[in-house]
């Protein structure tokens, strides 16, 4: 059973910048398509980013390109968010979800139901 524990999320000022962090245990990333969510107070979850089993392939919510990257440690068994240049729009709960793989898995599209493995999520708030 593959779990996952989510970090690094905190209150921050607007152009600042954050690092969130999901360890995975039970289970490998290498072989584990990877996705981050966020949910803002009083709107539905949406996906932000997500990274396939080689970590070459990524995909970023549109309102995130350029601003946002994902990346894992494999050693670590971890998945990373860099978040620059925060805004207000940014704030929220930060989920990690996974999807183990059976075989190579480029990045899954960020929805929901692609994903069976969730964290307990991270806060992000975004304010001066």
């Known amino acids: 059973q593959l779990r996952l524990v989510e970090s690094g999320g905190a209150l921050v000022q607007p152009g600042g910048s954050l690092r969130l962090s999901c360890v995975a245990s039970?289970?490998?990333?290498?072989?584990?398509?990877l996705g981050w969510f966020r949910q803002a107070p009083g709107k539905e979850r949406e996906g932000v980013s997500s990274?396939?089993?080689?970590?070459?392939?990524?995909n970023y919510a549109d309102s995130v390109k350029g601003r946002f990257t994902i990346s894992r440690d494999i050693a670590e068994n971890t998945v990373y968010l860099q978040m620059n240049d925060l805004n207000t729009e940014d704030s929220g709960v930060y989920y990690c979800?996974?999807?183990?793989?059976?075989?190579?898995?480029?990045?899954?599209?960020?929805?929901?139901?692609?994903?069976?493995?969730w964290g307990q999520g991270t806060r992000v708030t975004v304010s001066s």
């Open positions: 979800a996974a999807e183990p793989a059976a075989g190579p898995q480029g990045a899954l599209p960020m929805e929901e139901i692609k994903y069976s493995y």
């Open positions: 039970g289970g490998t990333i290498l072989t584990t398509a």
């Open positions: 990274i396939g089993t080689s970590g070459g392939s990524t």
